[in-house]
């Protein structure tokens, strides 16, 4: 969540664009003429920190490009999954379907995404019923597949 104030400025930024778009260039550029307010303290202006952190951004999307094939799986999947209990890390995925806790752990992060899409997207009245229904699905399978997982 961010403050008022940011988000009147967000807003502001999206209505000088002639399309009424919010973007990612133009809130820059704001952020950049003006450092020392709100929104310049939500960057990294330091450009060794920055590039080591989008040098990290881009260590993670290539993990997440790289996909295998998995005997269960009816289409490629992610070679390596990142599980909350592993910190910043990730582990190969053929290795966590095998590992019955870490397992739980995945199983448990799907759910959470499965939630957070319903979440998203939840003031789309043509949607109610599907996610509804996602909401019991997952509140079945949280029950009976994934426990809250104990640590590795």
């Not at 951004?57 to 390596?80: E, F, G, M, S, W």
């Not at 509140?139 to 997982?149: G, I, S």
């Amino acid at each position: 969540m961010i403050s008022k104030t940011l988000a009147k400025t967000l807003e502001g930024i999206r209505k000088q664009d002639p399309e009424r778009i919010l973007l990612p260039e133009a809130v820059l550029a704001c952020a950049q003429a003006n450092r020392n307010s709100e929104l310049g303290q939500q960057f990294e202006w330091d450009d060794s920190v920055a590039a080591h952190a989008h040098r990290l951004d881009q260590a993670r999307r290539l993990i997440k490009a790289h996909v295998i094939h998995v005997r269960t799986a009816p289409q490629k999947v992610r070679a390596y999954v990142h599980l909350a209990v592993d910190g910043h890390g990730y582990r190969r995925t053929t290795e966590v379907l095998k590992d019955t806790v870490r397992r739980t752990h995945l199983i448990s992060a799907a759910l959470k995404e499965v939630q957070s899409l319903r979440q998203r997207y939840c003031y789309l009245e043509e949607m109610k019923e599907f996610f509804e229904e996602i909401h019991d699905l997952v509140e079945q399978y949280r029950t009976v597949l994934a426990p809250e997982p104990e640590s590795a």
